[in-house]
């Protein structure tokens, strides 16, 4: 059974650029989370999907979005980066909306 | 005031000692929690699951949930070099969103 994956693993971009990360589900899972982690703080709720359809959103400003595919795969975008934006983000995906998630190994956005 | 609350340490112990960590929270509709052990630059890996007040053991690792203090904790024994990481509280009402704690970083010295 293979876990949840992203890509890339590490990536920098400058201040208003655009970026676009990916994240596989694990195996069965229809579920994917979103999170952001700033260095030594705990991952913050950006928005989960639910078979494509946007389920919930946290309190990050709509430059952030995403997308579900059929395969249950998932994209972040981040729009207009600002410095702020510099972070791991963790992708979780779960059986369903509610159930435990498990987390990939994030990505680490760089944004000078 | 946030939401979850947890010392972010760090906490270091001898080989073979307890550790013991916890979160209190403010939410008294979180209903299900969570500990999740993260090691430098890698992502969150679930450690322990718990939905009722009480204790539940797996292996070395126990987790406590005392929903009238609003307060949980993780206790690792015989702690190993390989035990040290950050360590995630994390509880969630019966929706999908994931509170989590700061983080408490723990080094178990050899």
């Known amino acids: 059974e293979t876990g949840v994956t992203q890509s890339p693993t590490h990536l920098i971009k400058t201040r208003g650029q655009q970026v676009t990360l990916r994240c596989s589900s694990q195996?069965?899972?229809?579920?994917v989370s979103w999170y952001q982690q700033a260095l030594g703080q705990g991952p913050q709720f950006i928005f989960q999907?639910?078979?494509?359809?946007?389920?919930g959103r946290g309190n990050f400003p709509p430059r952030f979005s995403g997308l579900q595919f059929p395969n249950y795969s998932s994209e972040l975008n981040v729009n207009a980066l600002e410095l702020d934006d510099s972070a791991l983000y963790l992708c979780?995906?779960?059986?369903?909306?509610?159930?435990?998630?498990?987390f990939g190994p994030g990505t680490r956005l760089t944004v000078l | 005031q946030k939401e979850v609350e947890q010392d972010p340490g760090p906490l270091s112990v001898p080989e073979g000692a307890i550790v013991s960590l916890n979160c209190t929270y403010s939410n008294s509709a979180f209903q299900y929690f969570m500990w999740y052990r993260q090691y430098s630059r890698k992502g969150p890996e679930l450690l322990m699951y718990t939905y009722s007040s009480g204790n539940k053991e797996d292996g070395r690792f126990t987790a406590q949930v005392d929903k009238s203090s609003k307060y949980i904790s993780l206790f690792i024994r015989d702690s190993q070099p390989s035990d040290s990481a950050t360590y995630l509280c994390a509880m969630r009402t019966n929706d999908y969103k994931l509170s989590f704690g700061a983080g408490t970083t723990v080094t178990v010295r050899a």
């Open positions: 979780a995906s779960s059986p369903g909306g509610a159930d435990t998630q498990y």
């Open positions: 999907y639910y078979r494509e359809e946007e389920n």
């Open positions: 195996s069965g899972h229809n579920t």
